[in-house]
C-alpha cells in the first residue's frame, strides 16, 4: 500500500484530475446504486442538446488529460466503474474547466441477441470515454 501511495506521489503527472476522478466515480456510483435515475438526469446536463464540435488545441490536451486520469482510476477501483460512470466523471471534469461535453445513451445488440446499453463522451470531435459509440443507436444526448 505504501508503495502505491509512493508511486502516485513520486510519478503520476495528473494528480489533481487522478483524485478528483476517484471521487467523482465514487459518488457516481453510489447515486446510481441508490438514487432513481430521473432525480439523477437532472444534473446531466441539457438533455436532447450536442455541444460543438469545435474546441480549441488547450481543450483537446485537458480532455486527453481527463481521458487517461478516468481510465486509470475507474480499471482499478475496488467499485464497478462502467461506462456510465467514466462518462459521468469525465463530464464533471470537463464541466469544471469550462469545457463543452456530450454525453450519448445508447443500446445495442450483444452477440447473443441480448440488449445492452452503453454509454460514451464526446468533447469536440473527441472521444474521451466509451469510444464513439458507432455499434449503438442514440437513445439519449446530453450536453454539459
Known amino acids: 500500500m505504501l508503495g502505491r501511495v509512493y508511486r502516485f506521489?513520486?510519478?503520476n503527472e495528473h494528480k489533481p484530475e487522478t483524485l478528483q476522478a476517484w471521487v467523482?466515480?465514487?459518488s457516481f456510483r453510489i447515486q446510481i446504486l441508490y438514487r432513481k435515475s430521473d432525480k439523477m438526469k437532472?444534473?446531466?446536463g441539457i438533455r436532447g442538446e450536442e455541444s460543438s464540435e469545435d474546441a480549441t488545441m488547450e481543450e483537446y490536451r485537458y480532455a486527453k488529460k481527463v481521458s487517461y486520469a478516468v481510465n486509470q482510476v475507474c480499471n482499478k477501483t475496488k467499485w464497478e466503474s462502467k461506462c456510465l460512470v467514466r462518462a459521468l466523471?469525465?463530464?464533471?471534469l470537463l464541466k469544471r474547466k469550462g469545457i463543452a461535453s456530450t454525453m450519448y445513451l445508447g443500446c445495442g445488440l450483444d452477440e447473443n441477441g441480448k440488449m445492452i446499453a452503453h454509454a460514451w463522451l464526446r468533447?469536440?470531435?473527441?472521444y474521451v470515454t466509451?469510444?464513439?459509440g458507432a455499434e449503438y443507436a442514440i437513445?439519449?444526448?446530453f450536453k454539459a
Request: charged share 25%; aromatic share 14%.
Open 24 to 26: 467523482y466515480s465514487a
Open 130 to 132: 466509451g469510444g464513439n
Open 123 to 126: 468533447c469536440g470531435k473527441m
Open 139 to 141: 437513445v439519449d444526448r
Open 42 to 44: 437532472d444534473n446531466w
Open 9 to 11: 506521489i513520486r510519478y
Open 89 to 92: 466523471t469525465a463530464q464533471r
